[in-house]
């Protein structure tokens, strides 16, 4: 996905997946240029002219020029700033509700999806729904562009 300069609160921020989830373990894969990129996921209801994590329907984790923050409705510190171009992991467990974030193939905060250790972040487990999603926030006034791979290629981080 490639999104132009934009240097206002204006526009679409955020693009999904065309398909999503009730249940199963997923892993996937964004590259990223490094500021400006959020990564995560929805429920069916996200508005897409927001961005991941900036309301309570998704989770986001991406670098907004204060480091790296994990976002659902409200910011918290969270990883490593991406400040360079950057591959962010995401594995989804959707029946249990689990979601967890990777840069560069190391599982940020001390967290483990295998071991089900440390989850960024616990959704309901309700089945509903869940859209993997990607945005990029105004103001940043630059072209961004993003590559997710679903597993049609080989993933660049083994997992």
Known sequence: VKWGAMSSIDGSGAAAASRGVHSGKYYWEVQVPGLCAVVGVARPAFDKYSYPGFDHLSWGYGDFGRGGE???DAASRFGAPITQ??????????????LWFAKNGMWLDDSDPELERNPAAILSSDFELIIPVIGVLPGCNIEIEMRANFGLEPFAFAR
């Open 70 to 72: 994990l976002r659902n």
């Open 85 to 98: 171009p950057a591959i962010i992991g995401v594995a989804l467990d959707a029946s249990k509700g689990l």
